[in-house]
């Protein structure tokens, strides 16, 4: 097949709002510095269901989303040194250069490198290796994982070892590892520390899996949905709070809950009022809120900026902070090892013939995360 057009089956996104059509999709050979990747397995997350629905301003159509992909490299156009044919990958919607600014900074997991084009849904070049219907389709976030082959930059993949089973390591390649790495890598969670973890979906899940690691002292899961408690207790959460069947504001008992606030706290859910209440259970002085969550197009978020002179710190973080190319090798061992949870989030599995199921499945309250086998 190297060096051909491959006809696979793809789940296009015709226009947004509508289901995502399984049929056959051209994939091109690869060029110079990309790779050809046969998927084999991908989990769906809630940021495909968010450009999906048509309120992501980077949204663009007909498009083939899916960004937490797993397979196997088929092919790799000229000049390609980092991985080779036949090797087990990960796709890395936050790429990793290690020549740009951002990447040289040693500040930042932002690589600048590819990312007007990226968010444009096209190759480096400009063009798209799509093609269904006798269109071009652009590709989603450097990775277009819901297709049983798909073209990335080589700077947007990583190999892993291939012991690892692909039904799992797809699913560090955004939920696990953005929850895990904010905790761990963008908050450096310490000994002791008090935290609160809003949301316990896959990334709120993981987040808790990272801060019970760096032995945090209180780990308090705040939820709406109480079939949440015993996810979060499983993963090492300390106590669970649902805000609303409080009397008072979740503020407030978190506050009272940690002697005057906690050390750090978590967005888990995309909600702006969330991240307002999250900011303002940090500890006065030294607390940071992390924004994990993605917000609709115009949303904004807002607080007395008193939160802030008085020493609370929002920060965020995209895939946690985690270097894709340097770091997830290493998750994927640990995962080998036995130190991270990985399988304990499946809930939900499905063929590439029923992703609009798995859509479906995500939104409901019991799901963790749904893998598609491609
Ligand atoms: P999820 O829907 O599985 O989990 C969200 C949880 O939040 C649910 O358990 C829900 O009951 C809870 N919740 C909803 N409203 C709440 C409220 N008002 N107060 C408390 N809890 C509430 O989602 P997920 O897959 O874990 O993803 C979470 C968010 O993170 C999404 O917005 C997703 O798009 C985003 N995300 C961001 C990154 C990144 O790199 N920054 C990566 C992956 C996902
Ligand atoms: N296009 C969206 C941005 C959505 C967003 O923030 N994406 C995260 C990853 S979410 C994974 O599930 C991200 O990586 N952001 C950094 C970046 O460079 O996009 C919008 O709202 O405009
Ligand atoms: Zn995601």
Redesign the pocket.
């Known amino acids: 097949t190297e060096g051909k057009i491959i006809t696979c089956k793809a789940a296009i996104a015709w226009g947004p709002g509508e289901e995502l059509s399984v049929e056959d999709v051209e994939v091109l050979p690869p060029r110079a510095h990309e790779v050809r990747i046969k998927i084999y397995y991908t989990g769906v997350?809630?940021?495909d269901a968010?450009t999906l629905s048509g309120k992501d301003p980077e949204g663009a159509f007909p498009v083939i989303l899916g960004h937490e992909g797993a397979g196997i490299v088929e092919s790799v156009g000229e000049d390609v040194t980092s991985v080779k044919v036949g090797d087990h990958v990960v796709a890395l919607y936050t790429p990793e250069c290690r020549e740009c600014k951002f990447c040289m900074s040693g500040k930042t997991n932002l690589c600048g490198k590819i990312r007007a084009t990226q968010g444009q849904g096209l190759m480096p070049d400009g063009t798209t290796r799509f093609r269904a219907r006798g269109k071009d389709i652009l590709h989603f976030m450097g990775t277009s994982t819901f297709s049983q082959y798909t073209v990335v930059a080589d700077i947007s993949v990583v190999a892993v070892n291939a012991q690892a089973p692909m039904d799992r390591t797809c699913l560090l390649g955004?939920?696990i590892t953005?929850g895990y790495g904010a905790a761990t890598i963008t908050a450096k969670i310490q000994s002791g520390d008090n935290v609160a973890i809003?949301?316990?979906?896959?990334?709120?899940l993981s987040v808790i899996q990272g801060a019970a690691q760096k032995k945090a002292g209180k780990i308090i899961v705040?939820?709406?949905?109480d079939s949440?408690e015993e996810w979060a207790r499983k993963f090492g959460a300390t106590d669970f709070v649902n805000?609303t069947k409080l009397s008072r504001p979740i503020t407030d008992e978190l506050i009272a809950m940690t002697d005057g606030g906690c050390d750090y706290t978590f967005d888990?859910?995309?909600?702006v009022q969330?991240m307002r209440a999250a900011l303002e259970s940090c500890h006065k002085g030294w607390g940071e809120c992390i924004i994990?969550?993605?917000a609709a197009a115009g949303q904004e978020i807002s607080t007395r900026p008193f939160q802030l002179v008085t020493g609370r710190v929002w920060r965020g973080?995209?895939?946690?902070g985690v270097k894709g190319r340097t770091q997830l090798p290493g998750l994927v061992e640990d995962y080998l090892q036995d130190k991270i949870k990985v399988d304990e989030f499946i809930t939900h599995r499905f063929p590439l013939t029923e992703i609009n199921t798995a859509f479906t499945a995500m939104k409901s309250?019991d799901c963790?995360r749904a893998v598609v086998d491609t």
Not at 268 to 271: E, K, P, R, S
Not at 317 to 320: E, K
């Open positions: 997350c809630h940021t968010y955004c939920g953005t809003f949301g316990a979906g896959c990334v709120g705040v939820d709406v949905n949440k805000p888990c859910t995309g909600n969330v994990i969550g993605v973080c995209a895939f946690g309250g963790i």
